[in-house]
């Protein structure tokens, strides 16, 4: 931080101890953790000792300011005595293990980081034996000053102010700067969504004009009125049409996706629907108005142009005011209902089902209007069309949820054995209805296995709405129906005949990377996380592959009774079960993550469950990969060559998780993945993961100095995360995006595209990074 953010931050600090203090002009302890936000007891207290220069048991402002301005003008050497003071609990000069061991054990729960104790004595060794270079027993002040300046890092953080390492909230002062929209890059970056957006204006203006003009004899609000209709007839065809699913996938795999923005049809779909509510609000403003203006010098007063069909206005027995009401209302309800608001908060149903009165809004305008039908009739039939071919592909063939597995943070890892007609490209998603859920209700999720895994297919869900809670509820009781004994024994048997296929079968690459029976495994036994990850490629949900006849099996009638037990879920493990669930899917609909294969050098970042698009891509990828590789009896070499399927030459993947647990949703997957490139390539990677966890304080922090030294050291000597368990070693804290950027930019790998799926909020961030290194920049719109 700069002088005068330093500055702003004292002058923060005396107005909080004012506020604070009593009349004795002193806080304690606890005013003090509060007037700092300090909340972990170690640091608290130790920070407080420190300042208590008297030792009377209270700070004054001027104990507080002295010993702050000592921290932030200080030199090298005054921080760092500082910070072994910090360390030296009892004060005898030196830090030794049992010190060095509780500093550590409070830096893991001031980053929300869960580690066992033979982990956490691991860490604390790992660094008292890098420290103590005289093996005296302790760490002196000199023997931590040099370890520390073997992490350039840190000693590159100690140079930053006392204020980066308090971190009292809302100091930081945005620097006044250009807004995105008015910048060269935001153009070129955005130029077809921007030319799209420039005709569509420019065709309503057209609409409206010649509309107007065409019905000038009725006055001024009359052609308002008659002028918003026309282009009402436009956009209330024109909305539909950007979510023709089915023809959009398809168009996307042709040369229309470089002319059109069709990686943004939701967004578009959006601002078409907002025009509707403007253009419907002007429309009925103009025509109340003149009917006003009729009823002043008519034979009908106002309320029986609006509310009766006396008046006789409309093609359709006069009805064109009571339904202009009618649909006034529904568009209104529509647009508050599908607001983010309504969406995110949990009310998917409120949204879903509101949304569905586009049907009612159809019809009610081919009453309403004698000209809409004109419009409608040939993308209304091609909706029909999509909308009956959807119906009769989701009845097609027995699907069945065939596993599931509960991971952390209420992520519902559904496996859907896979009909053979069923063909999707990574990255794409589908809706599915489960009727033992909810009989009605159709929800999209991302595919998160690999297309090459040919028997099942993933879904990886997170709880966040009443659907989704209720599937992790209906999975998550336990079983109310006792089994029959030898129906039991039956499925086992079968169970076990099935791991002993997928076991023989491990090695074969049309499953993808790995059986889905070792993730199964795998996650039974590491705890069983959560939504976004399972082992094995994941997306919304996600499992284990189905349950195929072997030679061994049961005859008919004997099979009959195993699938009919299988009907009813069969617990195996807490989280884990076998079932036979019917469901249906509509799909698959592509995303913009299909230009992936078409990019040089890709960067996919995944924020929270927002990997489960890349689970399947990062599958799909390094089949591919694997197919170039060649190996001999000394080495092995990948060749760097670009075909039709796939041109990537390089392949960055950054996730993003707020703790510890959403990592083993897909830390199998991304254990395998590490596997497959265990040598190293001539031109370096060929896939780079790179992990941070939001809730560990990052590296400038002086709380978390001394444990992200450990870990350091710990990966190094273990070579694997002590987080994670991946090579990867797992960054504290957010991406510093300008730097992650620089480093990609510098790497000359061809042209760098950049795929996000998360939160909105961070994709703007990340956008704007694009745009000032000229990234081209997707995101998960659905």
Known sequence: MSSDDDTRWLEWVTKQFESIAGEDKEIDLHEFKTALKVKESFFAERFFALFDSDQSGSISLDELLKALNLLIHGTETDKL????????????????????????????????????????????????ESADQDNSGSITFEELKAELENFPEVMENLTISAANWLKPPDVDQKKPQTHRYLTRAYWQNNSRKLLFLCVYALLNLALFVCAALYHRYGGGWFMLAKGCGQCLNFNCTFVMVLMLRRCLTWIRATWVVRVLPLDQNILLHQIVGYAILFFTVVHT????????????????????????????????????????????LLIFLMVICSSTFVRRSGHFEVFYWTHLSYIWVWIILIIHCAN?????????????LEKIVGIAVSRMGGLYIVEVNLLPSKVTHLVIRRPQFFHFKPGDYIYINIPKIAKYEWHPFTISSAPEQSDTMWL????????????????????SQELHPKRLTTSLRQHRQQEKDNMFNSSDSSRGVASNEDDSIELTSFRQNGPESGAGPASESGSQGSLKPTPDEPGPAERGEALQLREIPAKFGENHRFCNIKCYVDGPYGT???????????VLIG?????????????SIMYRYRMRKHHCPSHSWCENIKDDDMKLRKVDFIWINRDQKAFEWFVSLLTKLELEQADEEPEGRFLEMHMYMTSALSKNDMKAIGLQMALDL??????????????????????????????????????????????????????????????????ENF
């Open 81 to 128: 005595r500082f910070l072994f003071q910090v360390y030296d609990v009892d004060g005898s000069g030196s830090i030794d293990p049992d010190e060095l061991k509780t500093v550590l054990k409070s830096c893991l729960q001031e980053s929300a980081i869960s580690l066992p104790e033979e982990k956490l004595e691991a860490l604390t060794l790992v660094l008292f």
């Open 285 to 328: 403003a103009a025509h109340v108005v003149n009917f006003a203006r009729m009823s002043a010098s008519g034979d009908f007063s106002l309320w029986e142009y609006l509310f009766t069909t006396r008046p006789g206005v409309g093609w359709v027995k006069g009805t064109a005011s009571l339904t202009g009401v009618v649909l006034q």
């Open 372 to 384: 809409f039908w004109k419009w409608f009739v040939v993308p209304g039939l091609v909706f029909l």
């Open 460 to 479: 990886h869900v997170r709880s966040m709405g009443q659907w989704t809670n209720r599937l992790y509820e209906y999975f998550k009781q336990p079983e």
């Open 592 to 602: 913009p993550t299909r230009q992936i294969f078409a990019s040089e050098h890709a």
């Open 607 to 619: 924020a929270g469950i927002g990997i489960t698009p890349f689970a399947s891509i990062l599958q």
């Open 714 to 779: 710990l990966a190094k000597k273990e070579k694997k995360d002590s987080i994670t368990g991946l090579k990867t070693r797992t960054q504290p804290g957010r991406p510093r995006w300008e730097k992650v950027f620089q480093k990609l930019s510098e790497e000359n790998k061809g042209k760098v595209h950049v795929f996000y799926c998360g939160a909105p909020s961070l994709a703007k961030a990340i956008k704007a990074q694009c745009e000032n290194f000229g990234f081209k920049f997707y995101k």
